[in-house]
């Protein structure tokens, strides 16, 4: 027994000696590998310097104190580091080490750029906790210039060779220096950082409670300064794959969209500028942002910025606006809104329901804003199939000096969009306490030739005021009419395959006065009549051909309106001016029915809807064979009949050219057969019938 104990305690004394000895060999170790990877920096001509290190070896705990890395690269930043203790450490291979956990205190770190503008950047963050951290003991590689981009792509490099569960930061502070009399100078303060699950070049979620900050504007002979709190700002699922490919100096040729966030979200975000201006959002949210490597390429924008801060060239411009419409074609969100959004201003306080984006769909909701004659409200502003890039490059091609935008180049806005629709607009009128309101103005186009559309369609549905001050609005006024009701409707559409355009609908409806519908075919028409050169449409419209013109009108009180102004006009009763303006149509309907019977039918059911109100008079063209469209044009050019002296009975044909008659049609195109006779007797003959209706029509 007396063996055996001795036995076990010269046991433990060596045990406690191998103990010890092998705590300091690990120490030794440890302290060789730090002092390896600080000697690395110093080899690549910087300045590394660290003070104390211990090594625990029954929890494998490193500590290093007083860290100082300023690196030999000018664009690198200096760092300095109070204190680095890890948890846990494992050292898998000689290139690889791990962690339980890592504790970072008293961070320091100043970055200056020299790039294009001289820039200055001081981060201090006072503590930063890793768990469950697995890295390299160098770094992936360095950046091959000083240019922004190339310490992206850095950073994304350390990104890819990292990952721990999680890393959080109470508070970072952020001191951003752009130098005398240049906006950007600033302060900004991170509260409450954390990642999750940073996964080699992937991060499941980052989020901060709080961020503030303070810039100036730096206006000339007028500082100014820009707050703004942001609160809530969380990212989840970032990915650098695709980033760091387009970051590459060699460029990608990956064509395909690549996510790089799913969602990107803020609570709220609170910005104050001048005095008494401050803007409030409650909620920030963008999904799916995807990029295309072969065109988001940052790198080529940034190079095109004159190095010196002059204003650029417009060769300069429209080679940047191009760059900057690649980069859109490069970058793609697949749903994005702004929450309710409110503006304060010393002239009033506007608000804004929301902006929302999805796909190619642009929406403002719930625009309340004052302005000097009142509230103007909006429930609803959309932009169809808007297109960023489309809108950078028709931006650029407007751009040539000393000359106007072309006709052609201002059409390619149709190529920027597809469509505008505006709902619920409620409005002041002028200097009135009218409002006008707007139910509906929708506007859609497409199917372009070149930059002009071939399809559109106009919706209106609006009320508007009755203007006292606009002569031609005066009768309405005087007549008790203080409001104009208009539900306008048309749609017009051309067909390639068989070169016919057709205008249908084409309807106005005048709310208590009238409704008028038209339709029009025509035929042959050729693709090359899409044109912003009137010389080439005139020179093609010989070829094109009229079909059908249909013309309905429906009284709903204008009859009555026309008899009550004549009435004051001529200070008679309304009967009495009913009497005669039916009596001036049957007197020059004669005229006209004298060298062409066919159309005494219409005078009749002209006169007998001003006789009658309430009537629907349909007027309806038919060819009876081909009819080119100049020949029409022709007859409305030449009146028959129409003497020097006949200008006054014409202004009273087109008053009660506005007018109804009696539900009857009236087949007044009875037109020669032969489409190969273009003489002047042809357009004689045609010019009457054509007239009538055009009368009608105006």
Known sequence: M??????????????????????????????????????RIRSSGGKASHGKITFELATRTLTIEDIAVEPGQPQFANVRVAKVTAVGVR?????????????????????????R????????????????????????????????????????????????SSITAPTVAVNVDAGNGNAGSGDYV????????????KIETA?????????????PGKPAKMSGELSGLAIYDFDATAVRAALEQQGS?????????????????????????????DGISFDDIAIRPSKFRPAEIIALVPADGSIPTPAQSRDMIEKVADFFEGFQIGKAEIGKQTVETPQGTGRLNAVKYDQDKIALEGLDMPMPQGQLKIERFTLKSFSAANLMRWAASLRTPGQPPSPDQMLGLFRVLEGAEIKGVVSPYKNTRQLVTIDTISLNWGQLIGSIPSKASLVVKMVTPTDPANPAQRPLVMAGVDKLAIDLDLGAAWTESSGA??????????GNLARAQARLALANVPRTMFTADPVQAMSQAGQIETGAIEFSLRDGGVVDLVVAQFSRMQDVSRDAARSAIVEMIRAQGEKIAASNADVRMAVDALAGFVETSGQTLTVKLTPRAKVPADAID????????????????????????????????????????????????????????????SLRSQ
């Open 501 to 510: 355009f057709a205008l249908a609908p084409a309807t106005i409806d005048l």
């Open 207 to 219: 989020k901060t409670d709080r961020v503030a900050y303070t810039i100036d504007l730096a206006q």
């Open 91 to 115: 050292q898998p291979d000689e290139v690889h080490f791990s962690a339980d956990s890592v504790e970072v205190s008293g961070v320091e770190v100043a970055f200056t750029s020299n790039e």
């Open 2 to 39: 007396k063996r055996i104990l001795i036995g076990l305690i010269v046991a433990a004394v060596l045990g406690a000696g191998g103990w010890f000895g092998f705590n300091l060999y690990a120490k030794h170790r440890a302290t060789a590998e730090v002092e390896a990877a600080f000697e």
């Open 253 to 281: 040729s990956d064509d395909s969209f690549h996510r790089i966030y799913r969602r990107i979200s803020v609570n709220s975000y609170v910005v104050t500028t001048a005095p008494g201006v401050r803007v409030q959002i």
């Open 117 to 164: 503008v001289k820039l200055k950047a001081n981060y201090k963050i006072p503590q930063i906790s890793a768990r469950d951290f697995s890295g390299p003991t160098r770094a992936a590689g360095a950046p091959l210039s000083g240019s922004i981009i190339d310490m992206y792509r850095f950073l994304l490099a350390q990104y890819a060779t990292v990952s721990t």
């Open 190 to 201: 991170y509260s409450g950082l954390s990642i999750q699950n940073v996964n080699h070049g």
């Open 634 to 693: 022709a007859a409305l050019a030449k009146r028959p009949g129409e003497r020097a002296g006949a200008v006054q009975d014409r202004g009273v044909d087109r008053v009660v050219g506005l007018i109804a008659a009696n539900e009857m049609t009236a087949d007044l195109a009875k037109i020669p057969s032969r489409h190969c006779e273009r003489s002047e007797a042809l357009q004689a003959a045609s010019a009457e019938r054509f007239w009538i209706a």
